[in-house]
T-cell receptor
Framework: EIVMTQSPATLSVSPGERATLSCRASQSVRSNLAWYQQKPGQAPRLLIYDATTRATGIPARFSGFGSGTEFTLAISSLQSEDFAVYYC????????FGPGTKVDLK | QVHLVESGGGVVQPGGSLRLTCAASGFTFSSYDVHWVRQAPGKGLEWVAVIWYDGSNQYYENSVKGRFTISRDNSGNTLYLQMNTLRAEDTAVYYCARGRECSGGTCYSAAYFQDWGQGTLVSISS
């Protein structure tokens, strides 16, 4: 099983600041990596797939980087609606999620 | 517009059974793999099961193998999850999610989860 880890567990950010979230896979997943956003009481929403491609309707302030085992989600200028939990997921070998990074208000 | 609506959750005693349903609309259901994903209270996401677009293959997470059965009715645009021998650790919100687009043995997108339902809560308690 491919194990996904995410850091930090919690990221405290002020509105307008840049946020950088990290995700690491226990073995290479090539570019088979997605990012999801989940707000309290809501279902996850696809943000990024194939490591770098924004899903339909996702604002340009969200960017994905990386391949192999190291990945990054960057939010260029955090908006109030971006405070949420972010999960990475590999789909190279079955499907596994990271434990999530909570982005909260500094 | 894609809609996935789960139903069938509830409170069940350990060892009991439950059948979840996911009603799909807004896309060609028979052209997509569909998944069940769960989230225990206050925890992260865990993939549970997948069924191929044509129903030809089903795969399960190890802890549910032999207890859960995923199935689909392409004529009725509906996904199911039959859950038997339920345990306390199965307590979670269960989501259905749309996966790869496939047709005639060829898949046209990667296996990420494009759309999700709102979830249905399953609680196992005596």
């Amino acid at each position: 099983e491919i194990v996904m880890t995410q850091s930090p567990a919690t990221l405290s950010v002020s509105p307008g600041e840049r946020a950088t979230l990290s995700c690491r896979a226990s073995q290479s997943v090539r570019s088979n990596l997605a990012w999801y956003q989940q707000k309290p009481g809501q279902a996850p929403r696809l943000l990024i797939y194939d490591a770098t491609t924004r899903a339909t309707g996702i604002p340009a302030r969200f960017s994905g980087f990386g391949s192999g085992t190291e990945f990054t989600l960057a939010i260029s200028s955090l908006q109030s609606e971006d405070f949420a939990v972010y999960y990475c997921q590999q789909y190279y070998n079955w499907w596994t999620f990271g434990p999530g990074t909570k982005v909260d208000l500094k | 517009q894609v809609h996935l609506v789960e139903s069938g959750g509830g409170v069940v005693q350990p060892g009991g059974s439950l059948r979840l349903t996911c009603a799909a609309s807004g896309f060609t259901f028979s052209s997509y793999d569909v998944h069940w994903v769960r989230q225990a209270p206050g925890k992260g996401l865990e993939w549970v099961a997948v069924i191929w677009y044509d129903g030809s293959n089903q795969y399960y997470e190890n802890s549910v193998k032999g207890r859960f059965t995923i199935s689909r009715d392409n004529s009725g645009n509906t996904l199911y999850l039959q859950m038997n021998t339920l345990r306390a650790e199965d307590t979670a919100v269960y989501y259905c999610a749309r996966g790869r687009e496939c047709s005639g043995g060829t898949c046209y997108s990667a296996a990420y989860f494009q759309d999700w339902g709102q979830g249905t809560l399953v609680s196992i308690s005596s």
